[in-house]
C-alpha cells in the first residue's frame, strides 16, 4: 500500500529536499525497481477487469473484449487496473507527484495549446491521481518494451528504448531540479523545444516523419472532425450514425426527450465550471444534437457522449465529448485526496500536470434514466491532435519518440511534485534506468501472460467478445 508523506512546504531549503530524495533510496533502493514477481496472492487479471466491466454499459462490453485481444499491446492499453493493483503491491518511494495513472506510449501525443502552438504533451487523465512519481515511468517504460516486442525488435533493441525513455526523465528532472519555480511552471514542449529535445538523435529519415507527423497534427481540426462524424439534412447538421461505435441520441430510444433534457442538463451543469468568459463564449452556441461513442480501449463501456454545438449557422460548429469519469484505477492503492466528482478530479489532474488544458474543460454531474448518479467531465473533440503509430516506427524512431515522452513526464511531475526531491533519488548514474529496463521486461513477460489468460477466458465462455 502506498503512503502518502508530509506535503512540501516552503519552509524546506532545497538541501533539505534533496536530502528527502536521497533518503528514500533507503526506503526503497533504485536497484529494486528493476524487477517484478507476482505474488502468489495476486488477484486473477480477467477478474480485475471484470469488475471493470460491471460498471460499463453491458451491450459494449464485448467490443472493450474484443479490443483488447487484438495483441498484446492493444491488452496492456486496456489493463491499467490490473498495472496499478501490481504497483500498488510493491515497496514505494513515498514521493508524490499527480500521476497520469494510465502514462503508456500512445498517451502522449501533439496537441493545440489555447495560443494555437502545437506542442507535444500527455493527452489521457482518466486516472490521473496523487501517487508515488516512479508508478507512471513504469507504465511508460513498460508499454516501451510491449511496443518493441510487437514490432518484433529484439531485446537489445527493446532494453535501449526502455533507457532512452528513463535516461530523458531523469536528466529533465535534473535540470527541473535547477530551475525557478514560475519557470518550471510555464515550461512547455513546443516545436522549438521538440528540435532542442531531438537534435542530436535526429537522423534524416527521423526529420521527414517528425515533419509528416506535425503537418498531419494541424490538419487534425474540429472542422475536419465535423465534416467526418456529421451529415446535412432535412432537421440541418446532425451527427452520422455509425453504430455501435457512433449511435445518435434519436436512434437509441423510442422517446429520446428525457435522454435530451439529461444531456442538457450536463451542459448546464458543465457550463458552471468554466470561467466566465468562457461561459460567455459557449453562450453563442446552440445544442443541435449528441450521439454515444465508443472511445480508446480501456474506456469502452462507459457512458461518452459527441455533442454538436452550432454558433452563427450550421457551418459553425463546436464539438464537445462529454465522457463518463469513474473512480481512478489507483484509488486502491493511494491515501491521497478523495473527490466527491470524479470529472472535477480528472479535470484538476489534468490541469495540474498539462501545460495545454483545453479553453473548454470542465465537469458535471448528472443522475441518468436508471436513477443511478454519475461523474463527466468535458472537453473538445479534436483539436490539432496527432496520434503516434508506434507499429510504424523502427528502433531508431520508437527510441526518439521514448526520449520526448520520458522528458514530458518529467515536465508534469515536476510542476505537480519536488523535482528537487525526485531528481536527488534518481542521482546523475544511470542506476535507475538499467533498473526500470529490468522491470519493463519482466512486466511484458507478465503483460503477455495476463493476455493469454483472457483469450483462455474468451474461449471458455467466461467473457463476451465482439470484434469492432
Not at 510493491?90 to 493545440?112: E, I, V
Not at 515533419?211 to 452520422?240: D, K, M, S, W, Y
Not at 470542465?362 to 454519475?374: F, S
Request: aromatic content about 6%.
Amino acid at each position: 500500500m502506498a503512503t502518502t508523506p508530509t506535503p512540501i512546504t516552503v519552509i524546506l531549503s532545497p538541501a533539505e529536499r534533496a536530502a528527502r530524495g536521497r533518503n528514500a533510496r533507503s526506503r526503497t533502493p533504485r536497484s529494486d525497481h528493476g524487477r517484478f514477481e507476482a505474488p502468489a496472492d495476486r488477484p486473477d487479471p480477467v477478474e480485475v477487469i471484470g469488475r471493470q466491466s460491471a460498471t460499463r454499459l453491458p451491450e459494449l462490453v464485448p467490443i472493450r473484449y474484443g479490443r483488447m485481444l487484438e495483441s498484446p499491446f492493444r491488452f496492456y492499453r486496456g489493463a491499467a487496473a490490473i498495472m496499478a493493483t501490481d504497483l500498488g503491491a510493491l515497496p514505494d518511494t513515498g514521493l508524490t507527484a499527480q500521476l497520469c495513472g494510465d502514462a503508456h506510449l500512445l498517451n502522449f501525443r501533439l496537441l493545440a495549446s489555447p495560443e494555437r502552438h502545437l506542442v507535444f504533451d500527455i493527452n489521457d487523465f482518466d486516472e490521473t491521481l496523487a501517487g508515488p512519481f516512479e508508478w507512471d515511468v513504469k507504465r511508460l517504460a513498460a508499454s516501451l518494451a510491449v511496443a518493441g516486442r510487437a514490432n518484433g525488435f529484439s531485446a537489445k533493441e527493446q532494453n535501449a528504448t526502455v533507457r532512452a525513455c528513463v535516461r530523458a526523465y531523469r536528466e529533465r528532472m535534473g535540470v527541473f531540479a535547477g530551475m525557478n519555480t514560475l519557470d518550471i511552471w510555464y515550461a512547455q514542449d513546443d516545436a522549438d523545444r521538440l528540435r532542442e529535445l531531438t537534435a542530436s538523435s535526429m537522423t534524416k529519415e527521423a526529420r521527414r516523419r517528425t515533419a509528416q507527423a506535425t503537418e498531419r497534427a494541424r490538419t487534425r481540426t474540429h472542422l475536419q472532425a465535423f465534416e467526418r462524424l456529421t451529415r446535412v439534412t432535412a432537421e440541418g447538421r446532425r451527427i452520422a450514425p455509425d453504430p455501435p461505435l457512433v449511435t445518435p441520441l434519436r436512434d437509441l430510444l423510442d422517446d429520446p426527450s428525457d435522454e435530451e433534457r439529461q444531456l442538457r442538463a450536463v451542459v448546464d451543469g458543465y457550463t458552471r465550471t468554466l470561467s466566465s468568459e468562457r461561459r460567455h463564449l459557449l453562450r453563442h452556441y446552440r445544442l443541435a444534437d449528441a450521439a454515444r461513442k465508443v472511445v480508446g480501449v480501456g474506456s469502452v463501456g462507459t457512458r461518452c457522449w459527441i455533442l454538436l454545438l452550432l454558433g452563427r449557422d450550421d457551418e459553425d460548429p463546436l464539438l464537445l465529448q462529454a465522457k463518463e469519469a469513474q473512480d481512478s484505477v489507483l484509488a486502491p492503492h493511494t491515501r491521497g485526496p478523495r473527490y466527491d466528482n470524479q470529472g472535477r478530479r480528472v479535470v484538476e489532474g489534468q490541469r495540474l500536470i498539462q501545460t495545454t488544458s483545453d479553453i473548454f474543460l470542465g465537469w458535471t454531474h448528472t443522475v441518468g434514466l436508471d436513477g443511478q448518479g454519475r461523474d463527466f467531465y468535458v472537453r473538445q473533440l479534436r483539436d490539432w491532435k496527432g496520434i503516434a503509430r508506434p507499429e510504424t516506427m523502427d528502433p531508431v524512431l520508437l527510441g526518439l519518440f521514448a526520449r520526448l515522452c520520458g522528458a514530458s513526464l518529467a515536465r508534469a511531475h515536476a510542476r505537480s511534485g519536488d523535482p528537487i526531491a525526485i531528481a536527488a533519488y534518481l542521482g546523475g548514474s544511470d542506476r535507475f534506468d538499467r533498473a526500470l529496463t529490468g522491470f519493463a521486461q519482466d512486466y511484458a513477460d507478465r503483460n503477455e501472460r495476463d493476455f493469454t489468460a483472457l483469450g483462455a477466458a474468451a474461449r471458455a465462455g467466461r467473457v463476451p467478445t465482439a470484434s469492432l
